[in-house]
């Protein structure tokens, strides 16, 4: 089971812990840098949302407090690729501005 936020603040602090806003995160380029020693094209930053899954994250004080659950995206250049395990991508090209 999920802890609980602290209640501490007004109502609208307690809302504001817990929203997660892109505009908020930070592209974190150390978090799978060991992959792009392994080979640069493996380069990609993770912006952390709910939790802080796999890289060991969880002590970000932007991310929503999670146990059982994580979400983050990553930002992947055009000059790289994304490692198969990557389930969702975020990749800044012609063909997402598509819609394809």
């Keep these: ?9 007004s109502l609208a602090e307690q809302i504001d812990r817990l ?3 892109r ?4 592209m974190d ?17 993770q912006m952390r949302y709910v939790g802080g899954g796999g890289t060991g994250k969880h002590e970000d004080p932007k991310n929503i407090p999670a146990d059982n ?4 995206t990553m930002v992947i250049p055009r000059a790289t ?20």
């Design 1 to 9: 089971m999920t802890a609980a936020p602290e209640r501490q603040g």
């Design 19 to 21: 929203i997660a806003r």
């Design 23 to 26: 505009d908020d995160r930070d």
């Design 29 to 45: 380029w150390d978090a799978l840098a060991f992959q792009a020693r392994v080979d640069p094209r493996y380069g990609r930053a």
């Design 69 to 72: 659950f994580t979400f983050s």
């Design 81 to 100: 690729k994304g490692r198969p395990t990557s389930i969702m991508t975020w990749r800044r090209s012609s063909s997402c501005s598509k819609g394809r």
